[in-house]
């Protein structure tokens, strides 16, 4: 324990000594903002849900037990984007008489504790309060929610393992899709289905304070410590010894020469290609994101598991998926070599083109993986091409803002040992492409209707892409006029 206190003290040091420390602390009051926010609304949807089913043959509080499977589901997807592995600079405390195995458990721990488990309790909480303490009580609400408590750590370590495999192999992403596959064909394909009345028992059993299942769900969430403690074992030691995997051989180097007509900034489009192609970290984030648009595109066109708001929400979670994996990070990559870069004039002018132009192309791969669920009707044409225009336009400028202020290197190829390089200004903009383009649609939509607001999407879009050329100056001459303080920032960040 006091290993685990030491680290988290000396994280908060390295987060106050950040040189985005002082960005971070204004974008925490929106991020608490937003946290308020949703939680206003699980709260919400809580106390209607228990009335909404309070007159029903069945308590309120039994079908939602039913249905635990799919809000595990659910808060799995949900994790995608916001949950990232766990990271610990390793090396220096190498030197100290400490166990390896002792910075991975802190690690889970930590992955544990965090506060994004208890998220859920907003909508529980009331939930559990209005159905089931008129029934059991005091004691029947507290054990139901320390069994809710338990499913979301598991979900927690789950989602650590499938993010970790897939990480290392790309099509470890199918694990996931077979699971929650099959678990949907339990559900669905029988009349009857055993798999509800079991998690119908499961609910139940944690408002009775059944010591066998909560002895089971215990077992199974060390299961998952134990497999999550291994691979980050295998991974931490890989990192700082250096293991390569000598078993790929390149058989064909591509030099992109059909991108050369377009002068420098051809050329720093291959560079952002090879980046994106050949670089482990970046390879990978490439490859999972692919295959999450792949496997969602397949949900939308194929199910009808997800309607109305839900499907629009992964609609544009599929167009947006991709800008916020690498953009909101956009610069790190770079400050690896950004010496080199500044040595050009104008340089990273044609970087900035360059990476817009890569990322505004990118969207024809989920605009190609949706064309199956507009040729079954699930998604119209204009709307697909509405969020084709809308991302790479408004939400690409709210991104490509943080190249003036990133000053924070991302390493290349180390994941579990590098430093904590997420902040709260990157966090704030990654979680603001997801709720603003969504309010604004559901907004437009209830105003105007459908076929209006995807028209209006489309000229807004349009606007930003069409003068994409002077923002991106106006974003140059911000980040030269923060040069020093940047280059200081990426110099002091890199890895020893």
Not at 116 to 142: D, H, K, Q, S
Not at 211 to 234: C, E, H, P, Q, S
Not at 242 to 257: A, P
Request: glycine residues 8%; charged residues 15%; positive net charge.
């Amino acid at each position: 324990m006091n290993l685990f206190l030491e680290l988290r003290r000396h994280g908060k040091l390295a987060n106050q000594r950040n040189p985005m420390y002082e960005k971070s602390r204004f974008a925490k009051f929106w991020i608490y903002l937003m946290v308020v926010f949703w939680a206003g609304y699980l709260i919400f949807f809580g106390i209607t849900f228990a009335f909404a089913f309070s007159e029903g043959a069945q308590e309120a509080y039994h079908v939602l037990n039913g249905g635990l499977l799919f809000i595990l589901a659910l808060d799995f997807v949900i994790r995608l984007p916001f949950q990232k592995t766990p990271s610990q600079e390793v090396k220096p405390y190498m030197l100290l008489p400490i166990k390896r195995s002792r910075l991975i458990d802190c690690l889970l721990i930590r992955s544990g504790l965090d506060s994004f488990n208890l998220f859920w309790f907003f909508f529980f909480v009331p939930f559990a309060i209005l159905t089931i303490a008129r029934f059991y009580g005091v004691t029947g609400v507290l054990t139901y929610l320390i069994g809710i408590w338990l499913l979301m750590l598991l979900n927690n370590y789950w989602f650590l393992l499938c993010r970790m495999l897939m990480g290392e192999r790309f099509w470890w992403f199918l694990l996931p899709v077979l699971v929650y596959g099959a678990l949907g064909a339990a559900f669905f394909i029988p009349d009857e289905s055993p798999l509800f009345d079991f998690c119908i028992n499961v609910g139940e059993s944690f408002i009775l304070g059944n010591w066998l299942t909560f002895a089971v769900t215990l077992a199974i969430i060390a299961l998952f410590y134990l497999l999550d403690r291994y691979i980050i074992g295998k991974m931490i030691y890989g990192e700082i010894n250096k293991v390569e995997d000598t078993t790929v051989q390149v058989k064909h180097v591509s030099e992109y020469r059909f991108l050369e007509r377009y002068g420098q900034v051809g050329e720093y489009m291959k560079l952002e290609l090879k980046m994106l192609l050949r670089n482990k970290i970046c390879k990978r984030g490439l490859y999972s994101a692919g295959g999450v648009v792949l496997v969602f595109s397949a949900l939308i066109a194929f199910t009808d598991a997800y309607q109305g708001g839900m499907k629009d929400f992964l609609v544009m979670y599929n167009f947006a998926l991709f800008g916020i994996l690498f953009l909101s990070t956009i610069m790190g990559y770079e400050g690896n070599y950004i010496d080199g870069l500044m040595s050009r004039k104008e340089s990273i002018y044609s970087l900035l083109q360059a990476k817009y132009a890569i990322y505004s192309i990118g969207q024809v791969i989920p605009l190609v993986m949706i064309i199956p669920a507009i040729i079954m009707g699930k998604v119209t044409l204009l709307t697909a091409i509405s969020w084709f225009f809308f991302i790479p336009g408004f939400v690409y400028f709210g991104m490509f803002q943080m190249a003036v202020y990133n000053n924070r290197t991302v390493d290349m190829n180390n994941k579990m040992t590098q430093r904590n390089v997420g902040t709260g200004m990157q966090n704030l903009i990654s979680s603001a492409v997801f709720i603003v383009p969504l309010l604004l649609y559901f907004l437009l939509h209830f105003l105007t209707g459908e076929t209006t607001t995807a028209w209006i999407f489309i000229a807004i879009g349009l606007a930003f892409i069409l003068t994409s050329r002077y923002w991106l100056r106006n974003v140059y001459n911000r980040f030269m006029k923060r040069r020093y303080k940047n280059m200081e920032g990426f110099r002091d960040s890199r890895q020893k």
